[in-house]
């Protein structure tokens, strides 16, 4: 069966997400064969976590007081949209306060502003092919994965994508 899903576009995708553990930005700027940058459409500068995102990030340790949400899409330098986008980070997690400062107040996609740190990987959390799915705008989604970003031993987000179907089908079929 895992074999099966690997005949198309999206199930390359979800082999490509299991087997690295890149941020998900380094893999679709991989895959665009150019930059990509997030378009932020709303954030939450301050937010109380869920019981659920407390056990992910491992809220009892330090740094976990404030937690910051940002939602959007990650968009090709040409303008098109590539996927819908939510992230959780924890800025007290984040040893740069310039890091800290391009999350708050630009569009930086999470990945790259963290991906000045040697020790940054991603823990792949899930990834499911969504046949039928449509995004926020009603766009055909093809993916929809989501990872924890670790700096160290310490998780210090977590990130949600929804992967737009004809991204996936123009660069993996």
């Known amino acids: 069966m895992g074999d099966l899903i690997t005949l198309s576009a999206p199930g390359e995708l979800v082999r490509l997400l299991e087997e690295n553990d890149t941020t998900f930005t380094a893999l679709a700027e991989k895959l665009a064969g150019c930059p990509v940058e997030a378009e932020i459409t709303a954030r939450f500068g301050e937010t109380c976590l869920t019981s659920y995102e407390r056990k992910m990030l491992l809220a009892s340790l330090a740094g976990a007081e404030t937690a910051c949400w940002r939602s959007g899409f990650l968009r090709m330098e040409d303008g098109r949209r590539i996927a819908d986008i939510q992230s959780l980070y924890l800025p007290g997690r984040i040893p740069d306060a310039e890091v800290?400062?391009?999350?708050?107040?630009?569009?930086?996609?999470?990945?790259?502003?963290?991906?000045?740190?040697?020790d940054l990987h991603r823990e792949q959390l899930t990834a499911d092919v969504t046949p039928g799915e449509r995004g926020a705008l009603g766009v055909r989604l093809a993916v929809r994965c989501s990872g924890r970003l670790w700096l160290g031993g310490s998780p210090v987000a977590l990130a949600i994508e929804g992967v737009h179907a004809w991204f996936c089908e123009a660069k993996l079929w």
């Open 100 to 118: 800290r400062d391009l999350l708050a107040h630009t569009g930086i996609p999470l990945g790259k502003a963290l991906e000045r740190y040697e």
